[in-house]
């Protein structure tokens, strides 16, 4: 009897479960130059990437909340992913391990990604999620454990907060892709560390990384209104000093960012724009700001406008905060043609981006080698201008046609010269489904010449031609099979071998 | 609000309705709603099913027999006349009466729809299949497009506005997008995200402003499938992109940080290709002066045992243009301590192997500036790892 409710419960339940095993295995060859300056050594990577993945859709039954059949209401999502090397390539140099490469054979190559319990349109106006998640927002791909909270109240507004802590690559199984940027395992040396700072090199050197970094954020959103949507967020994230001793005047604290941004997007019709604002509350700066427009006109046309202003900014921890002084300010235009004939359509390109140089500001402190300045060594004021271009421009153009809705082929055309170096080229590609819902061929050619505007002195320059063909093999339902192959040849390789073969089993109850 | 619909609505009455929804149809049939609307013929009294249909599979064409309270149809007589049209071709055209007449076919649209519940709230027949007493046939061309959905399933206050309400969806609640007619894509409607062959490369101003709109046809895991930093994605990353790709990273003409982080992903890969150089891997050692240069003469002044090299300050190839234009280039393959061999102020320890220190990198009047005193007040550790504690230039900005 006492089980009886629980039986009434599974029957009345129809939870949907998804395992997804994708395994990767990659071959490639790197080009790698030693002390002595010479760059004639491949190394061999080989990587094993095995994500397992687990999902639980609609847990609770449909009508736990209401006669809502559309949407599942309690949900479990993860992935786990085993990341491996083999090769030379993680062989240690004369110079000691590579801090930032995985270890062989340790913890690290196992990674939680996320794992997340999660609800939707709970009560009819709750979601909530509970866990390792990933966020992305204007203010970045972010990575967090915690709960976060959404809201939605009459009145086309939702109300959302998060807090938790940062992942980093410290947390348990945890992978660093969207961790803070600025600081790395590779500081964290007695070169960075601050005990040295206070004076005593010889102790052991604390890591901050190693300090947990809670979390947290709101966000006003809009919601249910067509024609416009806005999102205003802040997060917060912080840590408390590693290895602190009582009057060595290390702060007790530290923010790790603090950010406020804003967006917008707004359909009038053929006309919507869209931006965001960034402000990074840390630096107090904007860092980033974004505008654009897309025109629909008559019979499909559509014209893109962008306009991007880009500031840097790290970890709160990172000294790149001082060094990054200039933001660079991109103008982009795009536009696509509707699908002409049967099934040819081509866009085209172009965009602007100016590197910010005032020439006259930079480094208009005294600036003396060594400090201080003296009358007999004196203040060293630039007077030149910088050797690289300040400009980047760049234009595409390319266009695709399908073939029968069994495939297409698609060939794009580019040029872009400036800061950063020069890139011409072209490539063709395609892909044809041979055999209805079996299999796949496809298959890329690429011609291009580039430039790298830093080493010139080296000669890097070089054309390369690069060929790859692949198939998609669809075994059963569910079972996939992917290969490919990419070979390269320009005047530093013969030729170099890159090779992927990807499985993909999902089975779904 | 509502001319911005309308003038929505226009824009998509163009390429009619989707043929993913509405698949083709065969319809063998000569028929005029014209007609028959002109003779006040309401349109239940044909389509007798449709008041009380709750499902898109539910056919609603009308038989045969709701023709015959008219038309005085005579299977006996293929061809017969009569004062109201009565001949098998007349709606048949070409049956001659033997066999079955071409068959009919209307696919199941790939939607939930029930037409009790709008015939209950009191919508016309025209406001969704528009004014048919100018229509013959009737075709894939009179069933409603999404924007005209939309004109009241929007914002849930006049009807519910959940993707699912109409759409079908996945066991995740995501909107079903793959079918035998093809793949359902936006049209760009709602968010201007119309999913044009260059939309994977430019979707980062709509999957920005807003992750949720996304997330009703996209699982997450999509989106880390290609923001993994595992796998190239052959449209972003072409043949031979690790020889190519230093031209796209100094430039940042694609976000390289949306996939791998400067710091944990790049730094380790370059410092293994030997094109970063690695001062002091690990606790200090000697340094590794190396023969290669990647940077181009005149890029720093002194080598780091303070012998002068040719470059200076006022050098065009000074790193300090590139450093302060765009900082994350260097990041990418020098971790921090790489700037403190040099920059570390002159009150701290020198490092063993270096006998730089204390150039000065902040940028012009930046003990003035708003961004130092910011800086300071939110996380002054980062001052302590050039300015020992004791410097009292470290807090100089500090209010």
């Keep these: 009897m006492f089980f009886a409710p629980l039986a009434a419960a599974s029957i009345a339940r129809a939870a949907d479960f998804e395992v997804e095993a994708e395994t990767i295995g990659q071959g490639y060859q790197l080009r790698q130059c030693d002390d002595a300056g010479r760059c004639d050594t491949l190394l061999d990577r080989r990587r094993l990437t095995q994500y397992l993945n687990l999902h639980a859709f609609r847990i609770l039954p449909d009508d736990w909340t209401g006669p809502r059949h559309d949407r599942n209401h309690l949900y479990f999502t993860s992935s786990l992913r085993f990341d491996t090397d083999f090769g030379n390539y993680l062989n240690a140099p004369a110079s000691g391990r590579i801090p930032e490469l995985p270890r062989a054979q340790s913890a690290d190559e196992f990674q939680l990604l996320y794992a997340v319990l999660g ?386 089993l999902t089975f779904l109850r | 609000m509502t001319a911005a619909l309308l003038v929505t609505m226009l824009f998509l009455q163009a390429d009619g309705p989707s043929r993913v929804i509405f698949p083709e149809q065969s319809l063998p049939l000569r028929f005029s709603h014209a007609l028959h609307l002109k003779k006040n013929i309401a349109c239940d009294y044909c389509h007798t099913k449709a008041p009380e249909s709750t499902e898109a599979r539910d056919f609603l064409i009308p038989a045969e027999e709701a023709c015959s309270d008219c038309h005085p149809i005579d299977r006996a007589q293929p061809f017969k006349v009569a004062k109201v049209a009565a001949r098998c071709d007349a709606c048949h055209p070409g049956w001659q009466g033997q066999g079955q007449p071409p068959r009919v076919s209307v696919p199941t649209p790939h939607l939930k729809f029930n037409h009790k519940i709008h015939v209950s709230r009191g919508i016309a027949c025209q406001q969704c299949h528009g004014d048919m007493t100018k229509v013959e046939l009737a075709t894939r061309a009179q069933m409603p497009r999404m924007a005209t959905c939309l004109s009241c399933h929007v914002g849930g206050t006049k009807a519910p506005s959940r993707c699912g309400i109409c759409h079908l969806l996945q066991p995740a609640g995501t909107v079903q997008v793959e079918y035998a007619e093809g793949k359902l894509a936006p049209s760009g409607a709602i968010r201007g995200d119309a999913h044009t062959p260059s939309f994977r490369k430019d979707h980062a101003n709509v999957a920005r402003n807003d992750e949720q709109y996304c997330l009703n046809c996209h699982r997450k895991d999509e989106c880390l499938s290609c923001h993994n930093g595992v796998l190239k994605p052959f449209d972003f990353h072409g043949n031979d992109y690790v020889s190519i790709h230093s031209v796209d990273a100094r430039r940042d003409s694609i976000k390289c940080q949306a996939c791998h982080r400067l710091q944990t992903f790049c730094v380790g890969c370059h410092q293994r290709a030997g094109v970063a150089q690695d001062v002091s891997s690990g606790l200090p050692t000697a340094p590794i002066m190396r023969q290669i240069k990647f940077h181009p003469d005149g890029w720093v002044q002194r080598d780091l045992s303070g012998q002068p090299l040719t470059g200076f300050k006022t050098d065009p190839n000074h790193h300090a243009w590139q450093a302060q234009r765009n900082i994350r280039a260097c990041a990418a393959c020098h971790r921090e301590q790489t700037c403190l061999e040099c920059h570390m102020s002159a009150s701290m320890a020198p490092l063993p192997w270096t006998k730089i220190k204390g150039n000065n990198p902040h940028p012009p009047n930046w003990v003035e500036s708003g961004r130092c005193s910011t800086l300071v007040a939110h996380n002054k550790r980062v001052c302590f790892k050039c300015h020992a504690t004791i410097d009292n230039r470290a807090l100089a900005c500090m209010p």
């Design chain 1, 119 to 504: 609800g939707v349109d709970m009560f009819g106006f709750l979601d909530f999620q509970l866990g390792r998640q990933i966020v992305f927002d204007l203010m970045d791909f972010y990575s967090f454990d915690g709960l976060d909270v959404k809201v939605r109240l009459p009145w086309w507004v939702a109300l959302e907060a998060w807090s938790g802590l940062e992942v980093r690559d410290e947390a348990p199984i945890a992978s660093p892709i969207y961790e803070l940027d600025g600081t790395s395992r590779g500081s964290r040396d007695a070169a960075t560390c601050l005990r040295l700072a206070v004076g005593r090199p010889g102790d052991p050197c604390p890591d901050q990384h190693d300090m947990i970094a809670p979390t947290f954020g709101f966000a006003f959103e809009s919601w249910g209104i067509q024609i416009f949507h806005g999102r205003l967020a802040y997060r917060r994230t912080f840590s408390d000093t590693a290895g602190r001793t009582a009057g060595d005047g290390l702060p007790p604290q530290g923010f790790n960012e603090e950010k406020l941004s804003y967006t917008l997007n707004a359909n009038l019709g053929s006309f919507r724009p869209f931006g965001g604002l960034r402000y990074n509350l840390m630096l107090g700066a904007l860092d980033q700001i974004e505008g654009g427009v897309k025109l629909g006109f008559a019979a499909g046309h559509s014209v893109l406008g962008e306009y991007i202003y880009n500031a840097p900014s790290f970890d709160g921890d990172s000294i790149f905060n001082v060094f990054a002084v200039f933001a660079y300010n991109d103008l982009r235009l795009t536009y696509t043609t509707p699908e002409l004939g049967d099934g040819l359509r081509m866009w085209a390109s172009g965009f602007v981006r100016f590197f910010n140089d005032s020439t006259a500001d930079v480094h208009a402190l005294p600036a003396c080698s060594p400090m201080p300045c003296t009358p007999a060594n004196p203040p060293d004021n630039r007077t030149a201008t910088p050797a690289t271009d300040s400009e980047a421009v760049g234009v595409t153009a390319g266009g695709r046609y399908k073939l029968s809705g069994r495939g297409h082929v698609r060939a794009d055309a580019y040029y872009d010269n400036g800061f950063g170096g020069l890139r011409v080229g072209g490539d063709v590609s395609g892909r044809h489904q041979v055999v209805l819902d079996k299999l796949d061929l496809e298959g890329r050619l690429t011609l291009i010449h580039f430039e790298p505007d830093l080493q010139k002195q080296n000669g890097f320059e070089a054309t390369s031609f690069g060929a790859q063909a692949g198939a998609l093999y669809t075994m059963t339902q569910g079972v996939r099979l992917h290969l490919l192959v990419e070979e390269n040849n320009n005047r530093y390789y013969n030729y170099q071998l890159r090779a992927i073969a990807l499985l993909d």
